[in-house]
């Protein structure tokens, strides 16, 4: 008889297995065929604005020590976690849930965030066992909602407001399609605005601040970068203020974990320059501070001052600054500059790498196109310091300090840290910071007492501050600090008496 051949004896082989496998299956690991922890249910529930509700229930055959929940609030948020509370750990079958308060401001979550969060329960054993992941949104519980859409704008609305929303919506989308491309900003990942219909829906869902505020302020909108959501109040400003509080978000991500690193004046003048529902009211204040030596230097627009007036004087010359640079070096050039913010230079480093120029001579080359005088810094000189009374007594500066989601108003003399999502402070009324951080808020005061020309609006700054996220948006009709109508009319009337500057 003739040897079998190796090929002969491979295929045999072969062969013999299959049929092993076909009549024996080999075993699977048990993990792949039933695991000890088998989740039944899972989920959550808004009670907003007090609180969020996580529950579970699960059919286990170990000992179970604890169960907890794992879950992120947005794209540019860290993870958290709580353990549930348990109703009978020695059962089969265990119910758990927990209660997270998100009426504080350290656990605020604002209304149409999306939750991802799964369960992990926990043996005696040391072993661990994890439920399939689950994704949800937060709603404002007290209303039904309903949403429209445009590209990666989500407008949630309740009531009869659906041609309002979706004119938000479109304006939204424009906004982005506008400005993504300017700033550098990815503009897919999504944004949720919930609207409300007047102001007191908007007390209820803002996040908590100090009793003055609340009573003397009307919240407009409010940004949160690290949740990509505006709350936005409908009326006759909402395209405007939704399109500023929009930028933000976008300014947030074009930085990413630099936003502090960004300038206020840049922030601002940007987020003004998407504003799609522009007024006058910044440009009559401009030509006033041209006309009457009241410009401040942009090395020095890292915090607006407390001044109802030189804020009103801070976003015009912001807005015009960015406009000037847009014309004048192309868009491309603010994009670049966000490059190099990312990569951890300051916003004056990014500036001069980008535009081979510092911040003062750009200042001086927009100042001349105006017809203002170029800002020529003071010679230092050795003078005995002066008393904290002293330093403070012509006005009163806003410093801008960290807050979840965006920034908020601080002790004066504070130097900015991070993280500064957004905008800075209303002109009036003005009332004391709360002990704790707050997120953006764009905020419509009272209209301020028109500026003399020939005399400089030192009357207005408070002793107090204003608290405010991805800043204090002080909103109005077309921006954050339109003025009324009486006092344009007698700004007006000053510029008759002192004469204007013709712009070159």
Known sequence: MKPITYPIVVALFAVALFFTAATHPIDQPVAAQSTPVRFLDGGMESNFPESIRFFTSFETDVEIEDVRVRFSTGPATTGQYDYLDLDDKSASLINGE??????????YMPPGTTVDFVFEAIAEDGNEYVSDPYTQMMFDARYEWDVVSRGPIHVWYHGPVQVRAERLAEAAKDSMELMGPIIGSETETPIVVTLYNNNAEMIGAVSARSATISRELITEGQAFYDHSVVLVLSGNRDIGTLTHELTHILVGRAAGGNSALVPLWFNEGLAEYGNLDKGLSYDYFLDWAVDTGRLTPFTRLQTFPGDPNLVIVSYGQSRDFIEYLIETYGPEKIAETFASIREGRSGDLAIRNVYGKTVQQLDNEWRDSIGADPFVPPTPTATPETSEEDSTSEYKLLT????????????????????PTNTPVPPTPTVVPTEEPEPEVQIKTSPTEPPEPETAPEEGASEESTSSSGGLCSANGNGPLEASALLIAALLGGFYFVGRRVRR
């Open 98 to 107: 927990l209660e997270w308060r998100v009426n504080t401001s350290a656990r």
């Open 400 to 419: 801008l300090t960290p807050v979840t989601g965006g920034i908020t108003v601080g002790e004066a003399g504070a130097s900015p840290t991070a993280e």
